[in-house]
């Protein structure tokens, strides 16, 4: 058990290397991800180690801060763009001219 627990924490430390030094902040916000994830991992693996119940529910109220928090690093840090293809934009500007002609 104790060597899932080091794992954790090696894989933990690879997480926030790439949360530090992404070169794109895309890579950031999945960093921060993995690393909320690998942090319930490890609540859940001490639950386990010590049979003690109420780190589970620590770790439930965890994951859903955590995906609160990654929707609002994404929200601030990433630029409102929509890629749209090129058929859309053509479609969309031929209705647009036969609503003009009509």
Known sequence: MI???YGLLVLLAASLFRLIFGPTMEDRILAISVVSVMIILIICLYSVMYNQ???LDIALVYALLSFAEVLAFAKFTLPN???VSEDVKR???REAKGKDRS
Do not use: G
């Open 53 to 55: 119940s109420y780190y």
């Open 81 to 83: 763009t929509i890629c």
């Open 3 to 5: 060597y899932i627990l």
């Open 91 to 93: 479609e969309n500007s």
